[in-house]
């Protein structure tokens, strides 16, 4: 179903493409452009990795930063190699929880990802009604930003407030012990991580600041291929909008599905679709060259 969706969505974005005016935005951008924007997502990918090692030792589990990045880029290996958005969290819990426990480092993912998306629907949300727009498309936008912030802002109250540890043995029968023990473990090891004030800010800064330096990357490329500026609130909007709406997963690795929130929300600030396309193919492209770091970092240390 991803495959067809993936289909579909390409099939649409490429008809009536205009490809020369796509042959001339590629040929205008500087090879500073390239090295920069790769630069860039670099050091997003080191941040994000060490906003997991903050949320790691909120929960007790100290491992050197060197091997949680070395593990996120395999992770981002395998996210862009399996057709999930999963995959590479699923890669972090089975290398890394062979060596500090399954269901330490599996709460820690799950918090990760889940402080992430609070933080960038919040974010979104917040640009959404600054930034305003009648437009259908920054309308529909706009409501589902909010739906999403509620609805993960509700995930964290619960994470945090509810004691499951103490509740679920009194509601689950005593022939499921074993698996109540552990999933009563991994709800206090999110609690435990999620009550930790430092974990929690130290995910909104990083969150901000990498969608503030790619919103950067982005002015810089509209620069370069001859648009007039586009001020940073409504790049930073489609930006954050798109991390979030990228990862529900109905296409192949976000394939599609990312070009065309590139076109939806960037025409409604009066960005020509080619152009549109473009940053997102270069940017696609630059994630799967990291990947490919990760690649070579699984097959160092995977066992033989």
Same mark, same amino acid.
């Given at each position: 179903?991803? *495959?067809?969706?993936?289909?579909?969505?390409?099939?649409?974005?490429?008809?009536?493409?205009?490809?020369?005016?796509?042959? &001339?935005?590629? /040929?205008?951008?500087?090879?500073?452009?390239?090295?920069?924007?790769?630069? #860039?997502?670099?050091?997003?990918?080191?941040?994000?990795?060490?906003?997991?090692?903050?949320?790691?030792?909120?929960?007790?589990?100290?491992?050197?930063?060197?091997?949680?990045?070395?593990?996120?880029?395999?992770?981002?290996?395998?996210?862009?190699?399996?057709?999930?958005?999963?995959?590479?969290?699923?890669? %972090? #819990?089975?290398?890394?929880? /062979?060596?500090?426990?399954?269901?330490?480092?599996?709460?820690? #993912?799950?918090?990760?990802?889940?402080?992430?998306?609070?933080?960038?629907?919040?974010?979104?949300?917040?640009?959404?009604?600054?930034?305003?727009?009648?437009?259908?498309?920054?309308?529909?936008?706009?409501?589902?930003?909010?739906?999403?912030?509620?609805?993960?802002?509700?995930?964290?109250?619960?994470?945090?407030? $509810?004691?499951? &540890?103490?509740?679920?043995?009194?509601?689950?029968?005593?022939?499921?012990?074993?698996?109540?023990?552990?999933?009563?473990?991994?709800?206090?090891?999110?609690?435990? +991580?999620?009550?930790?004030?430092?974990?929690?800010?130290?995910? +909104?800064?990083?969150?901000?600041?990498?969608?503030?330096?790619?919103?950067?990357?982005?002015?810089?490329?509209?620069?370069?291929?001859?648009?007039?500026?586009?001020?940073?609130?409504?790049?930073?909007?489609?930006?954050?909008?798109?991390?979030?709406?990228?990862? $529900?997963?109905?296409?192949?690795?976000?394939?599609?599905?990312? &070009? /065309?929130?590139?076109?939806? !929300?960037?025409?409604?600030?009066?960005?020509? %679709? &080619?152009?549109?396309?473009?940053?997102?193919?270069?940017?696609?492209? /630059?994630?799967?060259?990291?990947? !490919? $770091?990760?690649? *070579?970092?699984?097959? %160092? $240390?995977?066992?033989?």
């Amino acid at each position: 179903m991803q *495959a067809v969706v993936t289909t579909v969505l390409l099939m649409l974005l490429f008809r009536r493409f205009d490809w020369a005016r796509f042959a &001339e935005v590629l /040929q205008q951008l500087p090879v500073w452009f390239y090295a920069g924007s790769l630069a #860039v997502l670099t050091v997003g990918q080191v941040l994000y990795a060490y906003r997991w090692r903050v949320v790691l030792a909120g929960m007790g589990v100290e491992v050197p930063f060197g091997e949680v990045l070395r593990q996120y880029f395999i992770g981002i290996f395998f996210s862009n190699l399996m057709p999930t958005a999963v995959g590479g969290d699923a890669s %972090k #819990v089975y290398y890394l929880g /062979q060596r500090s426990g399954f269901v330490q480092i599996t709460a820690s #993912v799950i918090l990760d990802r889940l402080l992430g998306f609070v933080w960038l629907a919040l974010i979104g949300a917040m640009l959404a009604w600054i930034v305003g727009g009648d437009a259908p498309v920054l309308v529909l936008n706009r409501q589902l930003l909010m739906l999403f912030a509620a609805g993960f802002v509700s995930a964290l109250l619960v994470a945090w407030l $509810v004691p499951v &540890e103490r509740v679920l043995p009194h509601l689950v029968p005593v022939r499921w012990s074993a698996w109540t023990s552990r999933v009563s473990d991994f709800a206090m090891l999110v609690r435990q +991580g999620v009550c930790r004030p430092v974990t929690f800010v130290t995910a +909104g800064v990083i969150v901000g600041v990498y969608a503030w330096l790619i919103a950067m990357v982005y002015q810089q490329y509209f620069s370069v291929s001859g648009l007039a500026p586009l001020a940073v609130l409504p790049v930073l909007l489609v930006i954050v909008s798109m991390s979030i709406f990228v990862n $529900v997963p109905i296409t192949v690795g976000g394939v599609g599905l990312r &070009e /065309q929130l590139h076109v939806l !929300l960037f025409t409604a600030f009066g960005v020509p %679709k &080619e152009v549109a396309v473009t940053i997102s193919l270069v940017l696609f492209s /630059q994630g799967l060259l990291l990947s !490919l $770091v990760g690649g *070579a970092l699984w097959l %160092k $240390v995977r066992p033989t």
